[in-house]
């Protein structure tokens, strides 16, 4: 789970380490009293007297707040030089969307002077699952390109066995590196590995898989972390419930960026998805966009591979899977509904797969929740596209006298319903004929 950045600070400087000093965190515009900006109808802008903006003192920074990366190339992060111009970027950032998400909240802070800037991180090596700090002289880049580019400009130093704490000659060794390369005060070199022992404490007390310092910039007063990254292990979370209550934060939140609205969605339902393409993803032509409803997380990510893969073999790459889900664990016959109703929502969809390999899950409970959508849907004149998969597993045969039962009674609803029952196809073969029925036009039959 990642932290925003304005909340990796607040930890940061709870442990001791340097911040710039916070004006305000502001997630929307339009109010009066404490957030300095009206918003009129036809848009945002500054209040008119002397400087309303929290005793701010500028110049200052104002920090769009998302949890994806370029955030400074998408134009995130602004330097404004008095109120007015903190009001109206604060008003724009708000407004925007950066790597296909939203800007929810923005952080306007003290605008530091400095001489210098580096990089101080601690992570995980997956290999080894050893404890690892990174250093560079360079800050504010990319760590891993210019680890790549420029490798004499990165110090590794892997620390076997997890320390609780960071050894003292690891510390020095790694303020000594980036002290080498930078100006600043006297006794840099002590303040850097303070910094450095800091991190790694905050890592290991918080359970962090990921907290970077980006970048470290040294001056007058000594190093302060101009920006960072916290990313808690969701396996941790229940052993972090005095943070998370520190910082506001009730329940567990999307780990690499904000969620889309259909993960949101699903996460209100109970059902665990990813979206694969961004929130406005855009139709690309001659492309067939797949959704999946598989039984279980395994084969929901089997089935990303399997669904491209076909689609290379086949069909010329054209075959792009929308998301990630797990339907399996017994879901009820509404939750069901729900996830197919999701996905016939989402506009990309062409047309869905599903399986439902009955163990813990019901195929009676399944076959039933998806006809109970494809039923409303007709009625209620909304979407629906065609819907391909096989079921095989607990209660099969009631499933089946089910799906027959229902064919009868209301033919129509379930014309876009192709559904394998039993072992007679393996998935690979469903997904193939789906994708050629769908490609070719034909119409779905019942099997």
């Given at each position: 789970m990642r932290l925003y950045e304005h909340e990796a600070k607040r930890v940061l400087s709870a442990a001791g380490v340097k911040v710039p000093r916070r004006y305000a965190v502001l997630d929307s515009v339009g109010k009066r009293g404490q957030d300095p900006f009206a918003c009129r109808p036809e848009g945002c802008s500054a209040q008119k007297g002397p400087d309303p903006f929290f005793r701010a003192r500028y110049p200052a920074m104002v920090k769009a707040q998302v949890l994806v990366g370029g955030r400074g190339k998408a134009g995130g992060i602004r330097r404004v030089a008095n109120g007015a111009?903190?009001?109206?970027a604060v008003c724009d950032l708000l407004a925007r969307h950066i790597g296909g998400y939203p800007v929810r909240s923005v952080l306007v802070e003290e605008a530091l002077e400095s001489t210098a800037s580096c990089y101080l991180g601690v992570t995980i090596n997956p290999a080894t699952f050893n404890t690892v700090v990174l250093a560079s002289a360079e800050g504010g880049v990319d760590i891993e390109e210019a680890a790549r580019a420029r490798p004499e400009t990165v110090l590794r130093a892997e620390l076997p066995e997890n320390p609780p704490a960071l050894p003292t000659q690891s510390a020095r060794e790694i303020a000594s590196f980036l002290a080498h390369s930078l100006s600043g005060p006297r006794g840099i070199e002590d303040r850097l590995a303070t910094v450095a022992s800091t991190l790694y404490d905050t890592f290991q007390t918080h359970d962090c898989k990921v907290l970077e310092v980006n970048p470290l910039l040294i001056t007058s007063r000594g190093p302060v972390a101009a920006d960072a990254k916290m990313v808690l292990d969701d396996n941790a979370l229940y052993r972090q419930t005095?943070?998370?209550?520190?910082?506001?934060?009730?329940?567990?939140?999307?780990?690499?960026?904000?969620?889309?609205?259909?993960?949101?969605?699903?996460?209100?339902?109970?059902?665990?998805?990813?979206d694969l393409l961004g929130e406005h993803a855009e139709r690309e032509p001659g492309k067939v966009y797949v959704g999946l409803v598989p039984g279980g997380a395994g084969y929901g990510i089997f089935a990303i591979d399997e669904v491209t893969g076909i689609g290379e073999l086949h069909f010329g790459g054209r075959v792009v899977p929308?998301?990630?889900?797990?339907?399996?664990?017994?879901?009820?016959?509404?939750?069901?509904?729900?996830m197919f109703d999701l996905l016939m929502d989402y506009?990309?969809?062409?047309?869905?797969?599903?399986?439902?390999?009955?163990?813990?899950?019901?195929?009676?409970?399944?076959?039933?929740?998806?006809?109970?959508?494809?039923?409303?849907?007709?009625?209620?004149?909304?979407?629906?596209?065609?819907v391909y998969g096989r079921m095989v597993g607990t209660d099969l045969p009631a499933a089946r006298a089910f799906l027959e039962s229902a064919r009868r009674e209301t033919p129509e609803p379930l014309e876009v319903l192709s559904m394998v029952v039993g072992n007679r196809r393996i998935m690979a073969e469903v997904i193939r004929e789906a994708l050629t029925h769908h490609l070719s036009g034909s119409g779905e039959g019942t099997r």
């Open positions: 111009d903190a009001a109206d005095k943070l998370l209550a520190r910082l506001k934060i009730a329940g567990k939140r999307h780990e690499v960026a904000e969620p889309t609205e259909r993960e949101r969605r699903a996460f209100e339902a109970g059902f665990p998805y990813v929308v998301n990630f889900m797990d339907s399996g664990g017994g879901p009820t016959r509404e939750g069901v509904a729900e506009p990309l969809v062409d047309l869905i797969i599903t399986s439902r390999f009955g163990g813990i899950s019901s195929c009676d409970v399944f076959i039933r929740g998806l006809v109970d959508c494809l039923r409303r849907r007709r009625a209620e004149k909304a979407r629906v596209v065609p």
